[in-house]
């Protein structure tokens, strides 16, 4: 990676207590530098849904391509709609599409049924954690995430983005506590939103520009969703496009501060 004379700070390793993990759904700590609207009541997040619930609808299939030397966006599991017309980010209320846009990730506005478009188009990747559709997040298990993890780095290591980004800080959170396993809780980084403090480190290759993957989080682009609005959103996208190209210019230095995946 080359290296440059402008240099930004590492993400935070400051120690703290973590959290247990839960579905974006629940968690209330997850709220909004903006004011929240008012007048409307927070829904009761739903329980555990067993497989059987949703087997009448198919998983949606990833949009990737070898040498994606952007970014691979990873959702936590496909959603009701986004499951039945097959493609990401499906609900009309979903902030996915707009944020990519606004932030200047892509050109214009690309509507959930060109998803498949994004690899070759905009160097751009979908995956998710966990493969099974439901309705809300809620209705995951905390096992089905961390059962996920493996199967994404493998994904990771085969299409070497230059970053990974989880949508949903509940997905962004367990995988910090899965990087820090080994490490006493009091001795973890705490959870924040943004570029996160490890990496995956790939083989040398004459033919891939990308040597190692940084991995990010932002909140759940979900309209339901209401701890951060759309402006905050497309905000937190737009600081993930800056931080890309300061890392594609060489000015973002990974040699310190970030911990090294094993897995």
């Not at 530098?33 to 739903?46: I, L, Q, T, V, Y």
Request: proline fraction near 7%; include cysteine; aromatic fraction near 8%.
């Amino acid at each position: 990676m080359r290296r440059g004379t402008k240099t930004i700070s590492s993400p935070s390793i400051a120690s703290g207590s973590s959290k247990r993990a839960r579905p974006e759904g629940t968690e209330s700590e997850e709220t909004s530098p903006s004011k929240k609207p008012k007048g409307k009541g927070k829904k009761a997040a739903r329980g555990y849904a067993s497989p059987e619930v949703y087997a009448h609808l198919n998983p949606v299939n990833d949009n990737l391509s070898e040498s994606l030397d952007t970014v691979i966006f990873c959702g936590v599991n496909p959603g009701q709609k986004s499951a039945e017309i097959g493609h990401h980010f499906g609900h009309p209320t979903n902030h996915f599409w707009k944020c990519l846009h606004l932030s200047g990730l892509t050109s214009e506005q690309i509507p959930p049924t060109e998803d498949f478009t994004l690899p070759e188009r905009f160097r751009l990747g979908l995956t998710n954690i966990i493969d099974r559709p439901t309705a809300e997040a809620s209705e995951l298990k905390d096992a089905e995430y961390k059962e996920g993890i493996a199967p994404f780095l493998h994904k990771i290591a085969r299409y070497r983005p230059r970053i990974a980004c989880f949508i949903g800080l509940g997905t962004g959170r367990i995988m910090l506590n899965h990087v820090m396993r080994d490490r006493a809780r009091k001795d973890r980084p705490a959870f924040a939103p943004g570029l996160q403090p490890y990496k995956l480190v790939h083989p040398k290759s004459a033919t891939e520009s990308s040597e190692e993957t940084l991995f990010y989080s932002v909140p759940s682009t979900s309209g339901k969703v209401q701890g951060y609005q759309i402006q905050d959103k497309v905000k937190q996208f737009t600081q993930l496009k800056a931080d890309l190209q300061r890392l594609k210019d060489g000015n973002l230095i990974t040699i310190i501060n970030f911990v090294e995946i094993a897995y």
